[in-house]
């Protein structure tokens, strides 16, 4: 196989391994909102409605949803406040911060496409 | 924000960009069988049926769909061989190899991750 940037992948007999990764990786993050949330509250902690008004489109089912799977594999926090009335934040685990390099890949990768669509590259 | 591991992610002033990247990469990449599909690919070109015993739990429907949106971002090509009888193959593009990062690095977070819930580490 050609290798055209730093990385290389797998050789073909360590396939198997590395679609079973990448397939439990996809399992855990796949949606479109996933990992934009965790982006998101990395930038800094959040209550429920502001997380709705920075991810466009989200429904508030939806988002609760993300929320508790995102919770279950240890990537965010729900904290609860004792105020009246009660104060929810969620925020980025140290966790989360695994996630850093794919989100970078990503956001780059994204842009790139973006322009590759609109035909500026 | 912390700098935990060698890549920094935007400031929050790029917040709002670096989201709309993630969030429009996602809307590529997104479900569970597209990255492990065009991995799969990038290892060799492949025939349906051979994509289907690879790729376990993909209905025909489903990866019949998953290739046409691949194909549709240019991500792999479906080489028609006319041969009796013809004989269709799916190869990823050299554009694909542009995911490799991205692969890589999901392929190294999913063993991890799935060691992590499995509580080895």
Redesign the interface.
């Known amino acids: 196989?050609?290798t055209?940037?730093?990385?290389?992948?797998?050789g073909?007999e360590e396939?198997a391994g590395?679609?079973?990764?990448?397939?439990?990786?996809?399992?855990?993050?796949?949606?479109?909102?996933k990992?934009?949330l965790v982006?998101?509250l990395?930038?800094?902690p959040k209550r429920f409605n502001e997380l709705q008004k920075?991810?466009k489109g989200i429904s508030p089912k939806v988002l609760a949803n993300e929320l508790k799977d995102l919770e279950l594999?240890?990537l965010i926090q729900r904290n609860v406040y004792p105020t009246t009335p009660v104060r929810i934040v969620y925020e980025a685990t140290?966790?989360s911060?695994?996630?850093?390099?794919?989100?970078?890949?990503?956001?780059?990768?994204?842009?790139?496409?973006?322009n590759?669509?609109k035909g500026k590259i």
Not at 4 to 10: A, D, H, R, S, Y
């Open positions: 196989m050609e055209i940037e730093n990385k290389t992948l797998p073909r396939c590395a679609l079973k990764n990448v397939f439990d990786a996809m399992y855990v993050l796949n949606g479109k909102w990992l934009p982006l998101c990395m930038q800094s920075e991810i594999n240890f140290a966790y911060h695994t996630l850093k390099n794919i989100l970078a890949e990503l956001s780059h990768w994204g842009e790139n496409h973006r590759k669509v």
